[in-house]
């Protein structure tokens, strides 16, 4: 496949996020995106790091979450088995395509620019040679080769970088007991890298205002004590976000809670209210009853006594 990095901007090698999913938009259309985001694959380095393969597999999955993603990129048969739609498989293949011919190009400058005195000795190859005296014995050399190491630039450090804080966040927000963790630069850090030809130095201040200092190893930055600090209890950040998980826990269990309450009680019938009121009422018809029959009596036992004092005079 022939391709033409020169439709590519300069720096799309450092694309994350937003900007990462824009460009994929602007080559490949929605569906491509969706995918992308779906396996959390966020930028152009992680794209690069994934096998084609593997982005397509997952289909096969018996998996909820991959439902609609499926039915956007997928034929599906009649067994219950998927094909990936050639479209949707092609835009991913020349999408990596183009961006690989565009990390050789940047290969192959920065080889251009490194000095003899970065050459460093990284293989040795030992080649045998038989001599014809007379004991025919076998004589080793040794042949060294020097080849250039290729150092990685500011930008592909920091993405390095950023790419293991991203890593380190989906493997251990289960151990921290977090439902969400997503730690992004200059919004819960900051990160600074200096790179020269004699040191390399990187620091990441928290939003805390802890600062960490980052070690090397292999040319490489190793983040073991900056995760130790997130895993502190004095690191006042990941208390705000421990804090705001569990209010976002209280919040969803609220809702589920309004969701499934019983409806309001149905109003009675009318004949069901009469029945009611007529017991309400009938108490108090009694006791009227009851009180003009004592007042007739009261009339009946008066009435004797009166005739009599009128004989008596």
Known sequence: MIVDTRILPSDVLTYTDEK????VHSLCGDTPVELLKVLCIRSVQLLLMTDTKDIFSVMNLDCVQLEDIKKKTCFQLQDKSFVIKPGVESSIKYLKELLLAKNNEHLKQLTTKITPSTRTIISKRSTQSLSSSSNNTITTTSTVTLEQSVP??????????????????????????????????????????????TSLEGLIKCKCGVITTLATKDERFVLSNFYKHLQTNKCSMMKIIRREDQENKKNDNSKQLTATSTTPPTTPTNKSTFLLNKLLVSPSTSTTNSIETTTTMKRKNTAPSTSTKRRKK
């Open 20 to 23: 990462f999913y824009e460009f």
């Open 152 to 197: 990685m630039s500011t930008d592909e450090h920091k993405q390095y970088v950023l790419q293991k804080i991203t890593e380190w966040c989906d493997s251990n927000k289960e151990n921290l007991s977090l439902v969400n963790l997503d730690l992004k630069e200059n919004e819960h850090f900051t990160l600074t890298i200096k790179n020269s030809n």
